[in-house]
């Protein structure tokens, strides 16, 4: 059964075009092609570089934080409170205002003191802004690094500027050794996020980043099986340009540097929109949907890809809406308020909101008491 399985999954014509075998994939002596096996260096590339995040942003990232004066807000602890602390893992951080009531009955406490707890008790599970710096700056640093090695990979390669030559003489294209370590080290980065997923700042499109993660690990390593290598350094490559932008956005929002920050956010706009909803799918999805139907006919491997390449696209209009959204209020706030993907933190206390109600009844108070004193 076993042998089956490996014969079906490994049948030809899933991944190759007709009159296409593996024999003529085998290396020659002027020819290395890609091999499955090869997919395994991505592993021990994700553990080194989740070791070398940590020593980044421990040596790196912290003191960088310190310099530009990053502090993490002070918190007041929830208190102690079985109950609460209970129905909080077990049930629901989000109260309903019913549930409340209930809460109310069972701890013999005030509706207010309930809600705050549970603000208190939600902001505590947050990361700090210190948290969110260093894995900002990590982030940061790899695109930089790779869209760079990528630039160097690809300037000189006829398919970066004639994107009908990605299919010449396909699949019998030979791996280049810059091609191998680029593929290497990007798989082995959205591995070592998958890795992480579960210790990283959580944000509201948590769900579609391990979408995103994955259907990027299926893209590279099904182009690899197959040879579509010279069209994943060029999806891999556009999809890094903006990726650093975001992240640097960040670093400067964070450090409260909002001249720049504003900035940034606009190229970045402007480069997401350019590279995610303009060349991705008019140049890069149509070179793979209708040069290869030049060459040879439709497989499973032409329709697998492509549908992958969909799939990335439907998450690009996803968060194109958001950063529209952020556009929105930035043009009208003439701020930004931070990633609309981020969990906010919330007022942990009603301290602010009390003192607030008191000045303004002390001072509708005082108006009253000035308005009749002038009229007499």
């Known amino acids: ?81 079985p109950t609460l602390e209970k129905y909080f893992y077990s049930q629901t951080r989000n109260p309903s205002q019913a ?35 260093c894995e900002a700056s990590w982030r940061c640093g790899f695109y930089l690094c790779a869209f760079l090695g990528g630039l160097l990979a690809l300037y000189d390669k006829p398919w970066f500027y004639d994107l009908k030559e990605v299919w010449a003489e396909f699949p019998k294209q030979s791996m280049l050794p810059s091609q191998y370590w680029y593929y290497t080290l990007e798989m082995g980065f959205y591995l070592s996020l998958l890795l992480s997923l579960t210790f990283d700042v959580k944000r509201k499109d948590f769900k579609e980043q391990v979408i995103h993660h994955v259907a990027t690990m299926t893209l590279l390593s099904f182009s690899w099986i197959s040879n579509y290598i010279r069209i994943g350094t060029l999806v891999m490559a556009v999809h890094d340009s903006s990726d650093i932008l975001l992240e640097g956005g960040k670093l400067f929002n964070y450090a409260k540097w909002e001249q720049t920050a504003n900035v940034m956010f606009v190229i970045f706009t402007i480069v997401f929109m350019v590279t995610r909803l303009v060349i991705f799918p008019f140049w890069l999805i149509h070179c793979t949907w209708v040069y290869p139907l030049e060459r040879f006919d439709p497989f499973f491997g032409y329709y697998f890809f492509n549908i992958m390449l969909m799939v990335l696209q439907i998450l690009h209009v996803y968060w194109a809406f958001l950063i529209t959204r952020m556009a929105y209020k930035f043009v009208f706030s003439k701020q930004l308020d931070g990633d609309v993907r981020s969990d906010e933190e919330e007022d942990d206390s009603d301290s602010q909101k009390n003192i607030k109600h008191k000045m303004n009844h002390i001072n509708g108070a005082m108006n009253g008491a000035r308005d009749r004193a002038n009229g007499h």
């Open 1 to 81: 059964m076993l042998q089956t399985i490996k014969d079906w999954l490994w049948w030809e014509r899933l991944w190759l075009p007709e009159k296409v075998s593996w024999a003529d994939l085998q290396d020659k002596e002027d020819r290395t092609y890609a091999k499955a096996s090869q997919l395994y260096a991505a592993v021990p590339c994700a553990l080194c570089l989740l070791v070398v995040r940590y020593l980044f942003e421990r040596y790196l990232a912290t003191p960088l934080a310190n310099a530009l004066g990053i502090r993490d807000k002070v918190r007041l602890t929830a208190e102690e409170n």
């Open 99 to 133: 549930d409340v009531r209930s809460l109310c009955k069972k701890t013999g406490w005030p509706e207010r003191r309930v809600e705050v707890w549970f603000r208190r008790k939600r902001n505590q599970d947050r990361p700090g802004l210190r948290k969110r710096f």
